[in-house]
């Protein structure tokens, strides 16, 4: 995706992300080819931090395919486990006051 570096995923977060991705799916063989997952997260996570609408993506990102990751992913629990995963992280290292 096109954007600028300080919305792309960091090597180190995304390698802790892609261990919580479901296995890909048997792709089609017609039609357009699916998009790629760091593409699609990085997607996601640009309208989050930015707050635009899914038109506002640039170009080279096609709105479809990344709601369809979502739509998978969340099924998956993906993002569940992305939370999980930061608190445990946090929790390590500053530890939360769980009361």
């Given at each position: 995706?096109?954007?600028?570096?300080?919305?792309?995923?960091?090597?180190?977060?995304?390698?802790?992300?892609?261990?919580?991705?479901?296995?890909?799916?048997?792709?089609?063989?017609?039609?357009?080819?699916?998009?790629?997952?760091?593409?699609?997260?990085?997607?996601?996570?640009y309208?989050?931090?930015?707050?635009?609408?899914w038109?506002?993506l640039?170009?080279?990102?096609?709105?479809?395919?990344?709601?369809?990751?979502?739509?998978?992913?969340?099924?998956?629990?993906?993002?569940?486990?992305?939370?999980?995963?930061?608190?445990?992280?946090?929790?390590?290292?500053?530890?939360?006051?769980?009361?």
């Amino acid at each position: 995706m096109d954007v600028g570096k300080d919305y792309q995923i960091p090597d180190e977060l995304w390698e802790k992300i892609k261990t919580l991705l479901p296995p890909p799916k048997q792709k089609k063989k017609s039609g357009r080819p699916g998009m790629d997952d760091r593409k699609a997260m990085t997607a996601i996570f640009y309208i989050l931090r930015t707050g635009c609408q899914w038109k506002a993506l640039p170009r080279s990102c096609r709105v479809h395919p990344v709601q369809c990751m979502i739509e998978e992913w969340r099924e998956a629990g993906v993002f569940e486990k992305m939370w999980e995963e930061g608190l445990m992280e946090h929790e390590n290292k500053k530890g939360i006051d769980w009361k």
